[in-house]
């Protein structure tokens, strides 16, 4: 049976995690999610086995990019605990995974219940479990990290999320991990946190991804399509709709952070992570509607400065050409994305919307405020 590592304010106890076996969003799903072969294959010369089975602490991991993650490694073979705040479910049964799998998972996985803010308590109980890599996928400030390695001088690797949004903003593109970066961006911390790496010493990597989707997905990317499609309402579209962006599956980039693992390739290396493609606004919205099985959808373009939205966002993606290059992920690493667009939206919808869960209610009000000028206007 498994334990569950419950931490309390200077007390630390084992006590069983309970595995609920409810179906997702209460639905029973019946379709298998299939991890292709290539996920448990040797890629180049680094293969993660269960003879170097490793104990993994991941910060946060209860949602999105964590829970797909977290599955990889237990596959793998290796000792993993989330540190979370507990006040989400430890696990939760993915759309398509059968019963028998998400129990086998949740019986491996283990708990270990804090607040990262609270540094001295963190100090205190990472020093008392000891872990030899940390994955964090949820930290945005380096002061939230400090604590981590001075809790683990032995660790072996730190993992680290960060973002392709630190990027300066560029006529060049796409970006490359040697690019310039934006202290005033909004993921500075981020950019911070990868400075606190370089300067101590230890064995770090950090992966840039650009836009992620996929089941679960917590951001309003490929779900704000998936609203407006199944309610047959026209897509607004920023000014001329041929702005190009980019996507990467969210299973494609637990796959990355696989890779890393043990990599002396990786060590103190930065890696950018998405999909293949490139694609325009307006091609998302058809690549979109093709993904769901809905009609080629009406595409209404807009200035985004005739309008005042307030505080609400018109649209889900920086109105600007943002991708980037990951041929250093493909080349250092041997990753390659599994996932092209349109399958891979097609895997979010059938494994979630399309199962009608999704995590925000649809909110066309900015829309109505498109089309109403846009009627007026012609």
């Known amino acids: 049976m498994a334990r569950l590592v419950a931490l309390q304010q200077n007390q630390l106890s084992l006590s069983p995690l309970a595995s609920s076996l409810s179906d997702f969003s209460g639905t029973r799903l019946q379709t298998q999610i299939q991890f292709k072969r290539k996920l448990c294959q040797p890629k180049g010369s680094f293969y993660v086995s269960a003879s170097s089975t490793k104990k993994i602490l991941i910060m946060g991991g209860t949602r999105f990019i964590g829970v797909f993650l977290s599955r990889l490694l237990v596959k793998e073979g290796h000792e993993v605990t989330l540190f979370t705040r507990g006040k989400a479910p430890i696990t939760q049964q993915l759309p398509g995974e059968s019963d028998s799998d998400y129990a086998d998972f949740s019986s491996k996985i283990l708990h270990l219940k804090g607040d990262r803010q609270d540094f001295e308590f963190v100090k205190s109980s990472l020093s008392a479990q000891g872990f030899d890599v940390v994955y964090d996928i949820n930290g945005r400030e380096a002061?939230?990290?400090?604590?981590?390695?001075?809790?683990?001088?032995?660790?072996?690797?730190?993992?680290?999320?960060?973002?392709?949004?630190?990027?300066?903003?560029?006529?060049?593109?796409?970006?490359?991990?040697?690019?310039?970066v934006d202290p005033k961006s909004r993921h500075k911390g981020k950019l911070e946190t990868e400075s606190l790496l370089q300067k101590r010493d230890v064995n770090w990597t950090s992966i840039r991804p650009v836009y992620i989707y996929g089941p679960l997905n917590y951001n309003p990317v490929e779900e704000w399509f998936f609203h407006r499609l199944k309610a047959g309402r026209p897509i607004p579209i920023p000014s001329s709709g041929i702005q190009i962006t980019q996507l990467g599956h969210v299973k494609d980039l637990a796959r990355a952070f696989i890779q890393v693992l043990g990599n002396d390739k990786a060590s103190q290396q930065v890696f950018n992570i998405s999909g293949e493609k490139y694609v325009t606004f307006d091609g998302l919205a058809r690549a979109c509607a093709k993904a769901g099985g809905f009609p080629e959808p009406e595409l209404i373009h807009y200035n985004p400065k005739d309008f005042d939205f307030g505080k609400k966002k018109s649209f889900p993606f920086r109105d600007q050409h943002f991708f980037a290059s990951i041929e250093k992920a493909k080349s250092v690493l041997g990753w390659e994305p599994e996932f092209g667009l349109v399958e891979g939206l097609a895997d979010s919808y059938n494994l979630d919307f399309g199962r009608g869960t999704y995590r925000k209610e649809a909110d066309f009000s900015t829309d109505d405020i498109i089309l109403g000028k846009s009627l007026v206007s012609v």
């Open 143 to 180: 002061n939230e990290v400090e604590p981590i390695l001075d809790a683990l001088p032995n660790l072996q690797q730190f993992i680290y999320c960060s973002s392709a949004g630190v990027y300066l903003k560029s006529d060049l593109l796409p970006h490359a991990e040697t690019d310039a």
